[in-house]
């Protein structure tokens, strides 16, 4: 890990509220230095109140590389860019930021493809079963476009907030017109893939979202959550289920995140 630490060191802020669970310096910082990149990543703890007068305040940092972000600031952070990847487009969410020229912000979603690089490089990646994920959120709702945009052909979503998951199945629907969408609890006894999208299990004693009891013995369990091993993630490893955490998916997503602040080539588009 860098810790030759300087006035040359370019800084790349992790954004979150509450920033306690945040563990992703311990993977970012050495990647940036096996890459010989003089980065350094902190994390910081922003109210959704502060975010504009936060970014506004970052944007004057001269050595300031990019900025990472994550719950739960990817749908406020969106609104504030200039220029957007497609991935952000379609989820209108982002969780990578770019300062460009000019003081704007260009933006990225690098949680879809760093699940599904994730389940691919684990052999886990069946496009022929159905879907179940729990979870409508900025991670959510980036993971349930990249499985469509993958092939996936049958998803169900459950939020504690009808309204959210309403709002990603129609957006889903919209642009993917042949997939089958659903919102039942029911559709997690079928499925061939269970996820954990939530925030639910970042602290011990959180309740869980679903009851891995009801999974099929051949499901796949993907928990998002990076910071620890959910008490769901042993439920479905005591199953001899085949489990992934947060943490296979936050180091398929860091190499797309290193070359989109690195300044390498992104298809950007205004959203004015």
């Known amino acids: 890990m860098l810790t030759d630490v300087s006035g040359k060191t370019k800084l790349v802020p992790i954004l979150a509220c509450p920033v306690d669970h ?27 109140q502060d975010l504009v007068a936060t970014l506004g305040q970052l944007a004057k ?18 609104t504030l860019c200039q220029w957007v990847t497609e991935e952000a487009r ?12 000019g ?24 496009l022929t079963r159905s879907v179940f994920i729990a979870g ?15 092939g996936v052909t049958t998803i169900d ?24 969408l659903g919102n039942r609890l029911e559709a997690l006894a079928r499925a061939g893939l269970a996820v954990n999208a939530t925030p639910m299990g970042l602290h011990k004693g959180d309740r869980s ?13 993907f928990d998002i959550i990076a910071a620890r091993d959910t008490e769901l993630m042993s439920a479905a490893q005591a199953r001899n289920l085949q489990v992934l955490g947060g943490r296979a998916m936050m180091d398929h997503q860091l190499a797309v995140q290193i070359e989109f602040w690195r300044g ?9």
Do not use: C
Not at 61 to 78: C, D, E, R, S
């Open 22 to 48: 945040v563990i992703a310096p311990g993977a970012y910082n050495p990647a940036f230095a096996a890459r010989e990149l003089d980065w350094f990543m902190v994390p910081m703890g922003v109210d959704p």
């Open 61 to 78: 940092v001269t050595n300031l590389q990019g900025v990472n972000l994550t719950i739960p600031h990817k749908a406020q952070a969106f």
């Open 90 to 101: 379609v989820t209108r969410m982002v969780n990578t930021l770019r300062l460009e020229e």
């Open 103 to 126: 003081g704007n912000w260009s933006g990225t979603n690098t949680d879809g493809i760093g699940f599904t690089n994730a389940l691919r490089a684990h052999g886990m990646l069946d």
């Open 136 to 150: 409508a959120g900025g991670a959510g709702t980036a993971i349930a476009f990249a499985l469509a945009k993958a």
């Open 157 to 180: 979503v459950v939020d504690m907030d009808p309204k959210r998951s309403t709002a990603l199945l129609n957006s889903l629907q919209n642009n993917f017109p042949k997939i089958l």
């Open 209 to 221: 979202p679903f009851d891995a009891a009801i999974l099929r013995d051949d499901a796949v369990f």
């Open 264 to 272: 390498d080539y992104f298809d950007l588009k205004s959203q004015y």
